[in-house]
């Protein structure tokens, strides 16, 4: 008893709270059903888990053999069909559609938790529509930006024209994340802070986006997601050229479209899955960045 | 002196008459308490003093609240009335951050930026609430990893950070254990020298212990006010009476 703190003496303890093997069998026998759940439940988690290692380790097998230098080249020609260019691209209109609808999106949301009204109609129209959007194949994306950026607003296939018409599909999706975000700040919070003598705003920029920033960043991880994987809405505004977009209005190739493309023409369908491996390592490397950064504003805050 | 004058006030939640005809003077560096059961209304009438119900939906109030004579609906920064209206809630309510930084929040506010001053306020307060020594080597920490006890006595100190001249107690030691609530208590008596308190307490026993004067609402109604002694010894009311001999509420 005298050294019950002692690690040791408690690993070799045998607790009678231990459901063993034979209980829970005897228990299972008495409710079969609840095997039978735990069976189905085990299933589709396995099934679920199993196709998505499928389809890395696939990719994985059939990609890396064909991650050759060429691949990496720094300029492109039909020959080594480099993906370079297309990587930075990638990064380059990642950023930039960021840039645009985060904004957007995180003041429209705190618009709608922390200005409107309850049961503003405005409100309602504005989240009707937020869904909407969110639910719209990218494909309209593609062709609203296609008649409107590239041809109306005559900005030809560029940068900018794909970053907008991205930064407009991932607007609902920034906003809804946010708002939801906001509204799990407990209201006690808000209390305190006017309490103080504090007002509207800097309640809203020091104490509740902070508190919802890992929701916030949640969103973004989602659009940065959406963007990288994006090829429909991208085709026909920010094009296909496979040089480095270098300005606004430049057109080029993101990875994926430039996966695409390859796989479209036939020609190089090895280098396809090459392309594949770097555009996977490239999403784990952005979720992973992502997450970091999540956990290093927590810790700040928390 | 009074401190805080309410005369002839209303309030209506929506269609719900919360508070009917309340008139109350309270008077400076002395501690009122409000009793009464659950849903008459104390609560409302405290966070009307230092308009909390603004925040809160269709609350309509009419008559006249002052502040050391000034109309506080009237032209006034509502943010300063915050600041000279200090509010600890129910439930103890830390920010999300260090205890440093919960403290440092209100003076930062109001405009204090020099680290010496912030420190020198930040001690103060915690001094003052009576748990800095149990937190001065964790300023640094999170706020959220404290007691329940401790955590409402910082959001004590986190309010009188701001240096008010009343502190609005709303069931301030409702979730505390005994301990944590006899220093909060002991703390209130200590306090009053210097601020005005108005506290909202189910506990009658609390009342009885720390208040200069007692308030009993009943149904939006004020039925009572008075010394607290004389509240609890020689009721006027019947329904006082009753209620403070646990009969009813």
Redesign the interface.
Known sequence: MADMNNTAVIDEIKPINKVTFKQRMISYKRKPLSLVMLLLVALAAVLSAAALVFIIVYVLVRGIPNLTPELFALTYNSDNVSCMPSIINTIVLTLLTLLIAVPFGIGAAIYLAEYA??GNKLVKVIRTMAETLAGIPSIVYGLFGMLFFVYALNWGYSLLAGAFTLAIMVLPTIMRTTEEALLTV?D????????????KL?TIV??IL??AMPGILAGVILAVGRIVGETAALIYTYGSATGYATGLLNSGRSLAVHMYVLTNEGLHTDQAWGTAVVLLVLVFGINTLSAFIAKKLGNK?? | MDKFTIDNMNLYYGKFHALKDVTLHMPKNKITAFIGPSGCGKSTLLKSL?R?ND?V?GCKITGDIRLDGADIYGDIDI?????RV??V?Q?A?????SVYDNIA??PR??GIKKKSELDQIVEQSLRDAAIWDELKDRLKK?A?GLSGGQQQRL?IA??LA?KPEVLLMDEATSALDPISTGKIEELCLKLKDEYTIIMVTHNMQQALRISDNTAFFLLGEMVEYNSTDAVFSSPQDKRTEEYITGRFG
């Open positions: 009204k309850k407990p006690s919070y808000r209390e305190g802070s006017y309490g103080l003598g504090a007002g800097r020091r104490i902070p508190s805050k928390g | 230092n909390m925040l939906e943010n300063v009335l915050r600041k200090g509010m809630f439930k309510n830390p920010f999300p951050m929040f209100g506010t109001h999170s959220l959001c986190r309010a701001v």
